[in-house]
Every structure is written in structure tokens, then in C-alpha cells.
């Protein structure tokens, strides 16, 4: 599908429950992490874009790192099978390197690959991601190069407000390479995201509003419906292990 081969599929906008429960060990090798987590999400956003055709997903994965900053993973989600070629999960697995460079200043560098058993056409996806953080704000790339290649830069930033809940800003750019369809001549488009969350009773509740640039001629031709690509409020409960 023309989707698939210029913007490689992500990690949930809705994001993954953070790693602040994980579970240490020692080994001969030195401590290990290990995180599991689980969210319940009223939709499956990517970029501004249903993977779930407006339907709820559940999604889960799995966390271990070692003190020297090396970790690796699987995550997992529901997805349209419709949109994937017959496809009804998305399945990613990843590695990489993260560390403080000071106090505030913080890095990652992650290779991770995306695949949907069953789909068919819908070949591995391979993605290669670089950010740094400082404080609350978030800057990063995503270079995908299988089955084609497209950049992704992106920019967050977290605003504590009162009674311990968290205002996320969001915004995207991604660069195809390519004509983004027959409607849509350009190479590039924009997705942008507003999110309050909070925990309660340790669950991880986010509230969003998403959305994209992206033509309905685009998105029709990418998923076979126009509506896959509308402004989305949504909604997910996150707990990590």
C-alpha cells in the first residue's frame, strides 16, 4: 500500500505507559530494567491517522535495559485489517541506546522495525530514531529506509498544570520523497497534537485532540476511506508493570 512505503508506522500516539514501574535485577552482566505495559485507547493514532478505522485498540509491550543504557523491545497493537492487506496487529520490536548527557540533557537512538503478519503486500518496515531531550521538551528524527524512504522530524513539549496533570504539544513533519498521491502532488505533510494527562489510582489517562494536513483524495487513495485521516479526540488508560 502507498501509505506504508513513505511514512513507516510508529509507536502509538497515545503513547506507551512510561518505564517509572519497572522492575530491577542483578546479574553477572550488570542490573537489568524490565517494564510490561498495557493501554486500552479509544483509537490507534498515527500522525494524525486512524490505524483502527476509528475503533478502540489494546496494545502492549515489553521493556529491558541494562545500566549501561542498551534496551530492547516488542509492542504490539491492534489494527485495521481493511487498511494492512488482511493484517489485523501491528508488531514492532526495536534496540537502542539512551543515556544523560547532563542532568537535563538526555538522548536516544533506537532502530526498530514494524511488521503486520498476514497483511498482504505490506512488506517490514525499518526506522532508525534519534532524540534529545532537555527538561520538558522533546526533539527528534525518524529516518525510514525499508521499503522506501521518508524523514519524520518532530518537536514535543510537556507543561505541568495544576492538580498534577500534564498539558502535551505535539508537532510533525514528514518528507516522503515522493508525490504523496495522485491528488496530493506535494512530498510532505503536518500532524499536530494537543493531550492532557494525569495518573489515577496508577493508570495513565490521556485525553487528545489530533490531526493532519493531509487531503481526503490522500487519504482515500492511502486507506480506502477519507475518514481515517479526520480531526480525532481520543481517549486511552495506560498501566505499566
Not at 509491550?61 to 523491545?73: A, R, T
Not at 500534564?166 to 516522503?176: F, R, S
Request: charged share 20%; glycine share 12%.
Amino acid at each position: 500500500m502507498k501509505k506504508l512505503t513513505i511514512c513507516i508506522a510508529t509507536l502509538s500516539t497515545l503513547g506507551i505507559a512510561s518505564l517509572s514501574h519497572a522492575e530491577s535485577f542483578d546479574t553477572a552482566l550488570g542490573q537489568f530494567d524490565t517494564s510490561m505495559n498495557v493501554t486500552l485507547a479509544t483509537d490507534y493514532i498515527w500522525r494524525g491517522q486512524s490505524q483502527t478505522a476509528g475503533k478502540g485498540a489494546i496494545q502492549g509491550g515489553l521493556d529491558i535495559s541494562h545500566e549501561s543504557g542498551l534496551f530492547i523491545g516488542t509492542w504490539a497493537s491492534n489494527v485495521d485489517d481493511e487498511a494492512f492487506g488482511g493484517a489485523s496487529v501491528e508488531w514492532d520490536y526495536y534496540a537502542g541506546f539512551a543515556g544523560q548527557l547532563t542532568e537535563a540533557l538526555s538522548y536516544d537512538l533506537t532502530w526498530i522495525a514494524y511488521e503486520y503478519p498476514g497483511g498482504d503486500d505490506v512488506d517490514t518496515a525499518y526506522e532508525i530514531i534519534g532524540t534529545l531531550g532537555f527538561r520538558d521538551l522533546t526533539l527528534g528524527t525518524k529516518y525510514a529506509y525499508h521499503p522506501s524512504s521518508a524523514v519524520y522530524g518532530f518537536i514535543g513539549y510537556d507543561i505541568a498544570l495544576p492538580y498534577e496533570t500534564t498539558l502535551g504539544l505535539h508537532y510533525g513533519y514528514t518528507d516522503t520523497k515522493d508525490s504523496l498521491s495522485e491528488v496530493q502532488s506535494g512530498e510532505s505533510y503536518q500532524d499536530w497534537a494537543v493531550s492532557l494527562g494525569k495518573t489515577v489510582i496508577g493508570l495513565d489517562l490521556a485525553l487528545m485532540y489530533s490531526a493532519t494536513d493531509l487531503k481526503d483524495g490522500t487519504c482515500e487513495e492511502w486507506y480506502g476511506k477519507a475518514t481515517y485521516c479526520d480531526a480525532n479526540v481520543t481517549f486511552s488508560a495506560s498501566r505499566s508493570f
